[in-house]
């Protein structure tokens, strides 16, 4: 099955700082997303993103599908950015995501 | 107004329990799923059903049983409950191969 990579493992950022996360998978793929767990658990969408880029608030990404990645970007980084992001990524005929191991982000003030 | 919900959100019980599991999606979607996350917070699909039909079973044990009454609900169900099945459980859904949204989790703890 497809391979998710992310990079880095852990991250620390002072308040305003912008950050890069990314996300390597090892095959074709219908459907990539980015997700952030904030430290009550929750798991919240940040992006579908298969291909192309998107932009929400400070928050983008783009995925090159020919090349076989992703990038998020964080901009004028905030404390309530910190938690877990998560790159998640389905190959062709599968509709389960299987998920990277997870970018730890800590933002201080 | 909540899209995907579960119950209940914590649960704590003694080795060897029987226990269930509930997930409820009010987006029409056609696809739901079970995810386990363990201690080191690695994500693994479990089990996805697609109007109501169950069409991905990972490795899993045979104690752990899901089941879809309908394509709005998917409960899974574990019986003899081990310590190793200590976890949080996300449920989901989607829309065919579009973005799947995340229930708010189980955290199960098993004494």
């Known amino acids: 099955g497809i391979q998710v990579e992310q990079s880095p493992p852990d991250l620390i950022l002072q308040e305003g700082a912008n950050s890069t996360l990314r996300c390597n998978f090892s095959d074709s793929v219908n459907n990539l997303q980015w997700f952030h767990q904030n430290p009550w658990g929750q798991l919240i969408n940040l992006f579908y993103i298969p291909s192309g880029t998107k932009q929400n608030g400070r928050l983008s990404a783009t995925t090159v599908a020919t090349e076989r990645y992703s990038l998020l970007y964080i901009s004028s980084s905030q404390t309530t950015d910190s938690g877990v992001y998560f790159c998640a990524a389905s190959d062709t005929g599968r509709r389960a995501l299987t998920f990277g191991s997870g970018t730890r982000l800590q933002v201080q003030p | 107004d909540t899209a995907v919900s579960q119950t209940p959100k914590y649960l704590v019980t003694q080795m060897g329990n029987d226990k269930s599991i509930k997930c409820e999606q009010n987006?029409?979607?056609?696809?739901m799923y079970w995810y386990k996350q363990d201690s080191k917070k690695f994500l693994k699909i479990m089990f996805s059903?697609?109007?109501?039909?169950?069409?991905i079973n990972e490795t899993v044990p045979n104690r752990f049983s899901p089941k879809s009454p309908d394509k709005a609900h998917l409960n899974l169900h574990i019986n003899s409950l081990e310590l190793g099945d200590s976890a949080v459980y996300f449920c989901a859904s989607s829309q065919g191969n579009r973005g799947q949204f995340f229930g708010p989790g189980t955290r199960l703890t098993v004494l």
């Open positions: 059903y697609n109007n109501k039909e169950l069409i």
């Open positions: 987006l029409g979607h056609d696809t």
